[in-house]
């Protein structure tokens, strides 16, 4: 296919000319945020009409292969990586390191928590750098002292030295899960994140615990990872357009480096992230205790060492599988079923916790069975990508991103089998609320602009699609863009 013959010239910083507006062309506005300052991905059109960039379906298909090479191998293999670190110190327990560093008491249980504490204390001031700062190159730096920090706890002698380098490294780690995320919303569309989600969250499932290659790792993505669409080296300037065009319809944009107070007020005052965030706390409650002492509830079965670090091999397998099955379901079903995705992918996890909860002791093969019923909730997890989905606004979604990851970062295992049933049946109820919540939005929302979706004139659904054009890039949050629609 040929090359569009539009100007392909970058637009010059528009001036306001009214709140909310920027002229940049007779006939034609971008529909901004209330402070001012667009998205990124306006600086390659010069006006709302532009975006709507010829595409080819086979070059777009090209394109996004292309996309994925440039991505997801080096989140999928960070992505290892980062569970390893989560569950090194399970395999260190089965290897003696009780006994080798003299922990008594709570120490050991204390250990795990630290990691989080440094996660908690990060979790904030990582978002807003991850705004701030090129996410490729910022990213590359904290996997870099990620694997430095997991190296360095190999040489602690006592429960003090490791606990601080458990808090250093988990102050490193607190980029991960919400660079990706914003990695990801940059470069796909929003039917597309779940998949990709899944894709790189697969090597949850398949990871290696190797901590020097993590550092190296951390400078390959240093190098290699794109900043964004916008900046990418490797895309011509016609597949940066496409690009950028596919994001459209998610009106969420791409990226925006300003710091907008607003968003952040607004983000506090969303019923979303509150909810956000107790999903991903109920499911800490769970997945904490599991990635911690998995390896001792398998050995509590009465297996020696090297069985139990083998019967984690299935384990992962099925996370793996879990979690592809998930994604791919979720792509052929129609819209709107990712909540229902989520509950079903939960129903193995509640079983499995009552499973732990009253089958007997001697019953081993049972209780495995039981354990490894707790894989899929990964799965769910990744259709956390309702986040990414249903947050528009660059500020107001690093905010949501660290509060989504504050709750998650705060596992705990001595509250015991009946608080991950208690956590889980508790999640459901918050996901059923949460879909009956959006949908309700979506329907407020058509029913405002005089949208009846069966039966609508065409005119009035085309003159809707034209006006995606001028507020899909202009950092507008959700509840500021009439035009944006919640994904359940």
């Known amino acids: 296919m040929a090359k569009s013959t539009r100007s392909a010239s970058p637009a010059i910083n528009p001036s306001p000319t009214s709140p909310g507006d920027v002229e940049l062309a007779p006939h034609h506005k971008w529909k901004i945020s209330a ?13 709302p009409t532009d975006v709507r960039e010829a595409i080819n379906p086979d070059e777009e298909r090209k394109l996004v292969r292309k996309i994925d090479w440039m991505i997801l191998p080096y989140l999928s293999v960070c992505y290892a990586f980062f569970y390893i670190d989560k569950t090194t110190l399970s395999y260190a327990a089965i290897f003696n390191i009780r006994q080798d560093l003299n922990l008594v008491g709570t120490e050991y249980s204390w250990l795990s928590s630290i990691f989080y504490f440094g996660f908690l204390a990060w979790a904030f001031p990582i978002n807003f750098l991850l705004q701030r700062f090129p996410i490729g190159k910022y990213l590359g730096v904290n996997i870099f002292m990620w694997g ?10 006592n429960f003090a ?32 994140q779940p998949i990709k989600i899944g894709l790189w969250y697969t090597a949850n499932g398949v990871g290696v615990a190797l901590g020097a290659l993590c550092c190296i790792w951390g400078v390959v993505m240093f190098f290699l990872v794109p900043d964004s669409p916008v900046t990418a080296k490797r895309l011509t300037l016609h597949e940066k357009r496409i690009a950028v065009e596919r994001l459209r319809e ?104 009552f499973g732990l909860r009253f089958v007997p002791f001697d019953q081993r093969v049972g209780r495995l069975i039981c354990y490894y019923l707790t894989g899929p909730i990964n799965a769910s997890f990744v ?60 329907g407020k929302r058509d029913a405002m602009q ?9 005119e009035i659904l085309e003159e809707y699609e034209r006006d995606l054009d001028s507020s899909a890039f202009g950092d507008l949050t959700d509840r500021e863009n009439l035009n944006f629609r919640y994904i359940y």
Not at 162 to 167: I, K, N, Q, S
Not at 450 to 458: A, F, H, L
Request: proline fraction near 3%; charge should be positive.
């Open 250 to 353: 998610n009106q969420t944009g791409v990226e925006n480096k300003t710091l907008k107070p607003y968003q952040i007020k607004e983000a506090f005052l969303d019923y979303k992230l509150y909810m956000f965030f107790l999903i991903a706390l109920m499911q800490s409650i769970v997945n904490g205790g599991i990635s911690n002492f998995g390896t001792i509830i398998i050995k509590g079965f009465g297996f020696s060492t090297l069985v139990t670090t083998l019967m984690q091999i299935p384990y992962g397998v099925l996370i793996a599988i879990s979690i592809l099955v998930c994604v791919f379901l979720n792509d052929r079903l129609p819209p709107n079923n990712r909540c229902v995705m989520i509950i079903i992918f939960l129903l193995p996890n509640i079983a499995g916790a």
């Open 383 to 442: 259709l956390l990508s309702l986040q990414t989905a249903n947050i528009a606004g660059h500020t107001k979604k690093v905010v949501t991103n660290a509060m989504l990851f504050l709750g998650y970062c705060s596992p705990t295992y001595s509250l015991g089998i009946w608080s991950m049933i208690f956590a889980h049946l508790l999640e459901v109820a918050i996901v059923f609320v949460l879909r009956f919540l959006l949908k309700r939005n979506n």
């Open 161 to 192: 030295e490791l606990a601080a380098l458990r808090a250093l490294s988990g102050a490193a780690e607190a980029c991960a899960d919400p660079a990706f995320m914003l990695i990801t919303s940059m470069w796909y569309t929003r039917r597309q």
């Open 35 to 47: 402070t001012g300052g667009g998205d990124t991905a306006m600086a390659l059109f010069n006006s």
């Open 450 to 458: 005089g949208i009846d979706r069966s039966q609508t004139d065409r």
């Open 148 to 157: 430095f920090f997991l190296m360095l706890q190999a040489c602690a002698r």
